[in-house]
């Protein structure tokens, strides 16, 4: 929850939820028919909640590889049509969608975020520039980093490794005046691990500790969505500008976590007090 003292001032109560987003913890999709499947029910069940956007995790079409060293690679034509269909999608229920999907730019096989409109259109997409090491013989690193808005809301998509790991992924957003960061990420598993049961534990991986620090230090939201898996390693999660843990969803629970944010209070005042040069 925002701080207590902006929850009861009269300056800021008006406005304070003024847009819903959801964030979508789906169940590793079995096919790409069932990830549609999943994200038709999913996006229908946010539109019906009135929010504005929804995000799905990262590469939910055709699902993150399992097996990183034996990856059978979907073919573009296939992965085009998945990707009108969620802008049918989108247009029916009239909600925005960030989309996490493989992609060919070229000869390049890139892990990409599209980000589609409420109206059904792709506003473009952003690729995933910091590989983790053990992704460099699956896709090839993608360049450049943009703001997307929809309804006045700016933000920023940093895809897994690069939210948890680089942090300069998230403050140039936030230095662009983004109010919010989306995080699509695939952390955990369905056959082995630990089965968490406390958000930000001690004990948890670092995961949603990074996601505290990637919203205190830039002074914006982060949103930060995983499948919904036994063996989750980090929750599907909401942070304030503050570094507050806003709402997350149950490990191992799939469905959507909506939830209001105030960009008014994502100032990005931190982030913006970067000195680049220190000499």
Not at 219 to 233: D, G, K, L
Not at 237 to 261: F, M, R, T
Request: proline letters at 6%; charged letters at 20%.
């Amino acid at each position: 929850m925002p701080p207590f003292h902006l929850l009861y001032n009269p300056k800021t109560i008006l406005s304070l939820f003024n847009m819903k987003i959801a964030l979508a913890s789906p169940l590793y999709p079995a096919s790409i028919y069932d990830a549609i499947k999943q994200l038709q029910t999913l996006v229908e069940d946010a539109a019906r909640q009135k929010a504005a956007i929804i995000c799905f995790p990262e590469t939910y079409i055709p699902g993150y590889p399992l097996d990183l060293e034996n990856v059978k690679k979907t073919s573009p034509e296939v992965l085009k049509d998945a990707l009108q269909k969620a802008c049918e999608i989108a247009r029916a229920n009239s909600i925005a969608i960030i989309l996490p999907m493989d992609w060919y730019e070229d000869e390049n096989f890139l892990n990409v975020a599209f980000v589609i409109s409420g109206k059904g259109n792709v506003a473009g997409y952003q690729p995933k520039v910091q590989l983790d090491p053990s992704e460099d013989n699956v896709w090839v690193a993608g360049k450049g980093r943009q703001l997307f808005e929809v309804q006045d809301l700016k933000f920023g998509i940093a895809i897994c490794h690069e939210g948890f790991r680089y942090p300069e992924t998230v403050r140039w957003a936030a230095r662009q005046g983004a109010s919010i960061v989306f995080h699509p990420h695939f952390a955990g598993s369905d056959t082995e691990g630990i089965e968490l049961k406390e958000w930000g534990n001690a004990g948890n991986p670092y995961y949603e500790k990074a996601m505290m620090m990637r919203s205190i230090e830039n002074t914006i939201y982060f949103a930060s969505v995983n499948y919904a898996t036994r063996f989750q390693e980090s929750a599907t999660s909401l942070i304030s500008p503050d570094g507050k843990c806003i709402a997350w969803q149950l490990y191992g629970k799939a469905g959507i976590l909506v939830a209001d944010i105030e960009p008014e209070l994502a100032t990005g005042r931190l982030a913006k007090r970067l000195k680049i040069n220190y000499t």
